[in-house]
């Protein structure tokens, strides 16, 4: 998922063309009134804050409901808390080892995907929240502009191999910028009593990684393939099962029926993603901003953002989805987290997702989502493959 990092010089170029635009149609007032139809457990709302690490607060905050659910866990109170920068910080590492490795030639920023959080807990574990907050730069809340900036000059300076032969210590120097902003991980810890390592922590999780499966569905790969979707933040190459657009909704309802929850990402560039918590699939211009990364989206706190409105969707078809992502009007912005379904009070089908910015927007960072911009700006999605109908996985050759 994107982070833009945009230049005086650029931000008021923009503002310059935005002026010179006509403005897109406004969303017309009204009222909402969503009644839940199924929700599953989530934990407590996270905010990334000045950070493009939505790929794991979403990640991490699916895998948390994951080990709520394969614990039986009840009470709120014994809720998991991984830490996302132990997360974040593992695979700057993995990330810069492989800029190296392609002479540069490899997306390095902050943004990444879901299949990265699963490598990086595959092989290095988990951490609680309170273990590690990776903030050793003087903020409460993630702010990683300066971090970004400084391990990018870093790897570019090793990259241009002055020496015309890599030294063995390149990657510790990175270590040693990763502890001077995040701080040393530490090689055990306490949760609840119990003294774990990394490893041992992921394990108490009752977590099987392996049973994790991403899903998209465009039609420019075969169907029931798999395929590293197009984008630069999938840096790992994390593959997709592609599944036509029925199907792929299918395995959300399915899922979210089921008792489980799913990791989404996508687009939210558009107007109908609103700072008030909706995300509907009007036919208006997006809009972009910089600053934190939920003004990156939707705007700042000061502007007038699209209110509710009960307005007449685009109908998504297999079509004009690919048509979205082969023109770049869907782009990888956001990882979020789908808990749930609703209705509004005409029936329309909503999904309930946990966003990553704080107890913002009027339902205290949870948006409702519509089925159609669900089915026409998700990217993709990774679900448990239990919650997988069985007709599905049949025709995928899986078990």
Known sequence: MKKYIVSAALAALAILNASAQRPAAPVKPADYQFTVVKENPITSIKNQYRSGTCWCFSTLSFLESEAIKAKGIKDPALYPDFSEMFVVRKAYADRAQKFVRLNGKLNFAAGSDFGDVLDVAKAYGLVDQKAYSGLQYGYDLPVQGELDAVLKGYVDAVVKNPNRKLTPVWAKGLDGILDAYMGQVPETFTVN??????ESYRDAQGLNLDDYISFTSFTHHPFYTTFAIEVEDNWRWTPSWNVPLDEFMAI?????????????????????????????LVDTEAKATSGSDQERWVGKADEKPAEKAA???????????????DEKTSTDDHGMHLYGIAKDQNGNKFYLIKNSWGESGEYKGIWYMSEQFCKGKALNILVNKKAVPKEILKKLGLK
């Open 252 to 280: 959300i309802d399915n899922a979210i029926n089921n008792g489980y929850t799913v990791a989404w990402g996508g687009d939210v560039s558009e107007a109908g993603f609103t700072r008030n918590g909706l995300a509907i």
């Open 311 to 325: 307005v007449k969707e685009i109908e998504v078809n297999q079509e004009n989805r690919q048509l979205w992502f």
């Open 193 to 198: 009593g119990a003294t774990y390592t990394p």
